[in-house]
């Protein structure tokens, strides 16, 4: 069954950095466009940013400048760096992975999270 496992969580001071790392496993990882979400408490889960399997990204206005996904499809692994972080990108971070090739279509897949906190 496919796993993903976000790693790279952590406590930070506003304007540092984070990177978070998402593990794919047992997938064919090239034909599944990937995502990443983000919860804070009492929230409504959001987009923050997606690429697709071939490369193109796309990004919340909220982290527009300041975040940067990457995949690495020799590894299995989606990246998020995270830059100029601010108190209000506090929350729970999401991979999500999106079936869009054979055999995949249709089929969704969500870590269980990592979470990051930023202080004032």
């Known amino acids: 069954q496919v796993q993903l496992v976000e790693s790279g969580g952590g406590l930070v001071q506003a304007g540092g950095s984070l990177r978070l790392s998402c593990a794919a496993s047992?997938?064919?990882?090239?034909?599944?466009?990937m995502g990443w979400y983000r919860q804070a408490p009492e929230k409504q889960r959001e987009l923050v940013a997606t690429?697709?399997?071939?490369?193109?990204?796309n990004y919340a206005d909220s982290v527009k400048g300041r975040f940067t996904i990457s995949r690495d499809n020799a590894k299995n692994t989606v990246y998020l760096q995270m830059n100029g972080l601010k108190p209000e990108d506090t929350a729970v971070y999401y991979c999500?992975?999106?079936?869009?090739?054979?055999?995949?279509?249709?089929?969704?897949?969500w870590g269980k999270g990592t979470l990051v906190t930023v202080s004032s």
């Open positions: 999500k992975a999106q079936g869009v090739g054979p055999g995949a279509a249709g089929m969704d897949y």
């Open positions: 047992e997938i064919t990882f090239t034909i599944y466009n």
């Open positions: 690429i697709t399997r071939g490369g193109l990204t």
